[in-house]
């Protein structure tokens, strides 16, 4: 499964709920080349790496998808998805529309959620709460989440992300649903 959504959405948050609710569910953890920020570790919110490394690993055919955003490299390791899956278990990866597009375009197994705003003020109060970016980026993204909502009709569906407890039980909604069809919410 994959999860999706303009920067500030709650896409991190959310996903964050369905893990407990979803005990046996496996999150796939990114590769950056931004660095951490306060409380971040390496290897459970994301893998930092320098960007050699990064670009070492898209050389190699080493991510399921990966992209450019503000500046930074985001990537899904293949190798920890393939594994997870090779091992029978389902996998959520939370990635950008970008990064969303990619997996869409490499399997159609894949089964993507659309992670709406109530409002663009209430994304732009958000990304101000998280207090990680500048005037400058906090723009930067809210113009790209404008361009990002004109996608929603390209996912699977959408869950709107008005109240965190309701859209995580909606995303594991899914993929109960998803297990129970023996379709797979899997990349």
Do not use: C
Not at 25 to 32: G, I
Not at 118 to 136: K, V
């Amino acid at each position: 499964m994959v999860v999706s959504g303009p920067s500030g959405v709650g896409k991190g948050a959310i996903v964050a709920r369905v893990r407990a609710l979803v005990p046996d569910l496996r999150v796939s953890v990114s590769a950056t080349t931004r660095p951490p920020r306060p409380g971040e570790v390496h290897g459970r919110q994301y893998w930092f790496v320098d960007p050699a490394e990064f670009k070492a690993m898209i050389d190699s055919g080493g991510f399921l998808e990966w992209a450019d955003v503000f500046g930074r490299r985001y990537g899904t390791p293949r190798e920890q998805v393939e594994r997870e899956l090779d091992a029978g278990n389902d996998v959520v990866l939370e990635v950008n529309l970008d990064g969303a597009r990619q997996v869409r375009s490499a399997t159609d197994a894949a089964h993507l959620i659309f992670i709406k705003p109530p409002s663009m003020a209430e994304l732009e109060r958000r990304l101000r709460m998280r207090a990680t970016e500048s005037e400058d980026q906090i723009r930067r993204r809210l113009a790209t989440a404008t361009e990002e909502l004109a996608a929603e009709p390209e996912f699977d569906e959408t869950v709107l992300n008005d109240d965190l407890e309701m859209a995580a039980k909606e995303v594991a909604s899914a993929i109960a649903r998803l297990r129970g069809t023996g379709g797979s919410p899997l990349p």
